[in-house]
């Protein structure tokens, strides 16, 4: 995989290259890039796919130990990254994690189409049963190493209270190995992915929803129809809010949907692309 050197630090990302409108597919908490492999092979034919890997559990190698991964820190990092690459008119795709709607009024001058996909928004921060027990564990020393052991036991894995309760059928063991291989090994990234869980502001995203009123480029909000961690009824609100926003639900799916319906999540990029511009006037 290709890597940059960011202000945070250096981070992995994929690129496929080619001369299609960019589409930037950011995963969320503890994923990597592996959550989008099957949308990554849909769309690369007739798309330049982009997908970062940020500093939130998942990643390879510490950020540096002054960096600021509050979750508008690590958006911060996503903007630097779109910069650095100069990615111009992305279509900017989120799952899980909020990232991508703390850039909206703040430092979204490149993003031409935004895509919400079954993430923490609103009031929903942290996010469900998953995201209340990370947030709790941080706050106890010790209380997120011990947390973590838990990611080593397939059983515990497929619990709704943990990654069973994001899709609706059970994920592979070897990518749960994948994904928190980084925070089971390493001191430093799971430095970095407490940092994270420890910064919660409560209104974060209620603060976001606010700026997302001023978004005037196309919206999609493309919620998973059997979510139980992220309600659908956050995602009609949040499509409410944006000038341009437009809800669809994909069925056959919970918060990953990446994983669990990506041929109907395609579909809809597609087809929301082919009927946008990016022209925000």
Not at 7 to 32: K, N, Q, W
Not at 41 to 61: E, F, K, N, T
Not at 188 to 206: E, M, N, P, Q, W
Request: a neutral charge; hydrophobic letters at 40%; aromatic letters at 6%.
């Amino acid at each position: 995989m290709p890597d940059i050197d960011l202000s945070a630090g250096r981070i992995d990302y994929t690129d496929t290259g080619g001369p299609g409108e960019t589409v930037v597919l950011v995963p969320g908490l503890a994923f990597d890039e592996s959550v989008w492999q099957a949308v990554v092979q849909d769309l690369r034919a007739d798309y330049r796919v982009v997908v970062p890997v940020l500093p939130i559990g998942s990643h390879r190698r510490p950020m540096r130990p002054e960096a600021d991964l509050s979750a508008q820190g690590v958006a911060d990092v996503l903007a630097e990254f779109m910069e650095r690459l100069d990615l111009r008119d992305v279509t900017l795709v989120q799952n899980d994690a909020g990232t991508a709607q703390l850039l909206v009024g703040v430092r979204d001058a490149r993003i031409g189409r935004l895509v919400l996909t079954s993430c923490e928004a609103l009031e929903n921060y942290p996010p469900g049963v998953q995201g209340r027990t990370l947030h709790a564990a941080s706050r106890v020393p010790g209380g997120l190493f011990l947390l973590l052991q838990s990611f080593r036991v397939p059983f515990l894995v497929r619990m709704r209270t943990s990654l069973g309760g994001m899709a609706k059928r059970p994920i592979p063991y070897e990518l749960v190995r994948r994904w928190y291989g980084p925070l089971l090994t390493d001191a430093g990234v799971r430095r970095d992915f407490a940092k994270f869980c420890g910064s919660v502001d409560k209104d974060t995203y209620l603060k976001a929803a606010e700026r997302l009123r001023g978004f005037r480029g196309p919206a999609l909000v493309a919620w998973g129809a059997e979510d139980r961690m992220m309600p659908p009824q956050t995602g009609r609100r949040l499509a409410a809010l944006l000038p341009r926003g437009e809800y669809v639900e994909i069925p056959d799916s919970r918060t990953l949907i990446p994983l669990d319906n990506p041929g109907g999540l395609c579909a809809e990029l597609r087809r929301f692309i082919k009927e946008t511009s990016t022209d925000r006037t």
